[in-house]
């Protein structure tokens, strides 16, 4: 996808890694929800907010907005640095 990163995903949710000089990885940018194999941009419209990849678009329902968020911050926890 992007030579310098590392692409991850979990069930609809996907982000991109960063490596890091001291070893280990970083987030670049944010966690996405994935409509197909693409990352989406949440964004508002009609009142709603949607999940949105060129023409296709998804409803952030609930159940999608808490799927994001439970990978955000697990992926959040697994690149805490070590001791």
């Known amino acids: 996808m ?24 970083t987030l670049f940018g944010s966690a996405a929800y994935m409509i197909g194999e693409n990352f989406t941009v949440r964004v508002a419209r009609e009142g709603r907010d949607w999940f949105v990849w060129k023409k296709e678009r998804l409803e952030a329902t609930p159940p999608r907005l808490a799927e994001l968020e439970a990978f955000t911050t697990e992926l959040s926890e697994a690149l805490l640095p070590t001791a």
């Not at 979990?10 to 991109?16: F, M, S, T, V, Y």
Request: glycine content about 16%; proline content about 0%.
């Open 2 to 25: 992007y030579a310098s990163h590392v692409g991850i995903r979990k069930g609809d949710c996907a982000a991109l890694l960063s490596a890091v000089a001291a070893g280990g990885f």
